[in-house]
Structure formats: structure tokens, C-alpha cells
């Protein structure tokens, strides 16, 4: 149990479009999501929290405007990256917690997507 | 400000040897703490969970916490090269189920 799928694994895209980033929990309900990036060789820096049905909660720095985030179910969450700039380019990881295997505060992650940015 | 510290190696031992990772973290209130293991270009995965004083055991690997010491240690017993990835540790302080993680370590388990 506790498994989390993000879709696509992998994108490139041209700079100044928008790429949706799909986060699932496919087999426990995630009351809450996190989305992280990490740059090669860094640690995980994470961007925001959101509950179902509520906003998002944004990190110090990070652009709400930019770095949409909706988690319209408790097995749904995305992030949007608007207007993608080469600097947007990095690996993005969401992950999960609610009625897992773990308790209600572990966090499963999902495989990731690595997102360049042309 | 909230931290949690992880020496960020490289730790090399040889295989079949006890690899023993540490964290400590400054919030004294935190109740949760986890051990994820990230190998290269792949997102973290859990190993385990603890929440009490003392060891727990899961398979090779045992993770032991001191509150009163502000520490918590990863061993992994019998280490094998595919032991060979970057261990965070990960300590939950209440504030509506986030993690704050340290650093990583980096371990390197030489056949």
C-alpha cells in the first residue's frame, strides 16, 4: 500500500508555455499533498502544501502565481508550471500523506518528474 | 529556525559491514522521525518510521531514537552495494504533517 504515481516522468518543453504536473495516490486517501523540487546534488526544497479542497499553502519565495497547485480530491493533486523559464528546469517530487500504511504524518513520495525547460 | 543536521559524507564501508547514519535536530518538540533512501535521480523512499525512545528493527536496518539527546541513527546491517544511496533523515514537528529533512548522507558500500 501507499503508493504514489506522478505523470509525466519526464518533459521538455519550449520556454513561456505551461506544464501540468499530475500527482495520484492510487491506493490510500491523501489528505494532504507536498510538492518539492531539487536540483542535482541539493536537497529537497519544498514548494507548497495543500489540502483537499482547500489553497495551498506556498513556501517563502515561491511564486503562487506561478506554481499553480490544485488538489481537488484526496487522490488529485497538480502543479501547473506557467510561463516555464530555463531556471524552472529541475526535478519535481510530490508526495503524500493521510490513511497510509504509515501513520497520518508519513509523507510517500512519488517517482518524480523531471522537467526541462528549452 | 527548525533544523535538522546530517553529515553529508560520502560514508564508505565495505560490504557485510553495519553502516550506521546519525541526525540530530534542534526541536525538542518533534514527535515523528523517518529515514528515507534516495538513490541517484530518484525520488526519496521510506525505509521506516519512529516515534518512541529506544530501537526499532526492520530487517537489516534498525533505526534508533534519543529524545533527550535530540538524535536519531539509521544502522543497516550486512551492507551491500545496492545499500549505495543517500540516506535523509526527516523529523515531522507537528505543523500539519511537514517534514523537515536534513541534509543526506551519502553512503558508499564497496564490494
Known amino acids: 500500500g501507499a503508493v504514489v504515481s506522478q505523470h509525466p516522468s519526464r518533459v521538455i518543453c519550449k520556454s513561456g508555455t505551461s506544464v501540468k504536473i499530475e500527482c495520484r495516490s492510487l491506493?490510500?486517501?491523501?489528505?494532504?499533498m507536498f510538492w518539492y523540487r531539487q536540483f542535482p546534488k541539493k536537497s529537497l526544497m519544498l514548494m507548497a502544501t495543500?489540502?483537499?479542497?482547500?489553497?495551498?499553502?506556498?513556501e517563502q519565495g515561491v511564486e503562487k502565481d506561478k506554481f499553480l497547485i490544485n488538489h481537488a480530491s484526496l487522490t488529485l493533486s497538480t502543479l501547473t508550471v506557467t510561463s516555464a523559464h530555463p531556471e524552472d528546469s529541475s526535478f519535481y517530487i510530490c508526495?503524500?500523506?493521510?490513511?497510509?500504511?504509515?501513520?497520518?504524518?508519513?509523507?510517500?513520495f512519488g517517482p518524480g518528474t523531471r522537467l526541462t525547460v528549452l | 529556525q527548525k533544523e535538522v543536521e546530517q553529515n553529508s559524507g560520502p560514508l564508505s564501508v565495505p560490504e557485510g559491514a553495519i553502516a550506521s547514519l546519525n541526525c540530530t535536530y534542534s526541536?525538542?518538540?518533534?514527535?515523528?522521525f523517518f529515514w528515507y533512501r534516495q538513490y541517484s535521480g530518484k525520488s526519496p523512499e521510506l525505509i521506516m518510521s519512529?516515534?518512541?525512545?529506544g530501537d526499532k528493527e526492520d530487517g537489516r536496518f534498525t533505526a534508533q531514537l534519543n529524545k533527550a539527546s535530540q538524535y536519531v541513527s539509521l544502522l543497516i546491517r550486512d551492507s551491500q552495494p545496492s545499500d549505495s544511496a543517500t540516506y535523509l533523515c526527516?523529523?515531522?514537528?507537528?505543523?500539519?504533517?511537514?517534514?523537515?529533512f536534513g541534509g543526506g548522507t551519502r553512503l558508499m558500500v564497496k564490494p
Open positions: 508526495s503524500a500523506s493521510g490513511s497510509g500504511r504509515g501513520g497520518t504524518d508519513t509523507q510517500y
Open positions: 519512529i516515534y518512541s525512545n
Open positions: 491506493d490510500f486517501q491523501a489528505t494532504t
Open positions: 495543500s489540502n483537499e479542497g482547500s489553497k495551498a499553502t506556498y
Open positions: 526541536d525538542r518538540g518533534s514527535q515523528s
Open positions: 526527516a523529523v515531522n514537528n507537528n505543523a500539519g504533517n511537514m517534514l523537515t
